[in-house]
Nanobody, 121 residues
Framework: QVKLLESGGGSVQTGGSLRLSCAVS???????MGWFRQALGKAREGVAV???????NYADSVKGRFTVSKDNAKDTLYLQMSSLKPEDTAMYYC????????????????WGQGTQVTVSS
């Protein structure tokens, strides 16, 4: 059974930083993975994903501020977020088994429960 468990969310002020973690278990093969978010009243959107060659693909809104990485030994995916803005406020989800590894479209077989990030001005 595949499980994704996010952590690291919280409340910060504009310009602050947070690092999200996604602990993965139960994967039987290598999956394409990424981070997505959903703000209240808005559609879920892609934030950062890894392509099949482990090259990251970022949404334009987070380029230069967010960095996605993974530790294969620990089966953990990370999202380092810096220079946070109020518009980054959302529930952040880790996902695995994306049908298209490079795509930021929020489609995936496996989803975590999410971790809330709130950025105040």
């Amino acid at each position: 059974q595949v499980k994704l468990l996010e952590s690291g969310g919280g409340s910060v002020q504009t310009g602050g930083s947070l690092r999200l973690s996604c602990a993965v278990s139960g994967l039987t093969r290598r999956y394409c993975m990424g981070w997505f978010r959903q703000a209240l009243g808005k559609a879920r959107e892609g934030v950062a994903v890894f392509t099949a060659n482990d090259v990251p693909n970022y949404a334009d809104s987070v380029k230069g501020r967010f960095t996605v990485s993974k530790d294969n030994a620990k089966d953990t995916l990370y999202l380092q977020m810096s220079s946070l803005k109020p518009e980054d406020t959302a529930m952040y989800y880790c996902a695995a088994d994306l049908p298209q590894c490079w795509s930021l479209v929020p489609l995936a077989t496996f989803w975590g429960q999410g971790t809330q990030v709130t950025v105040s001005s």
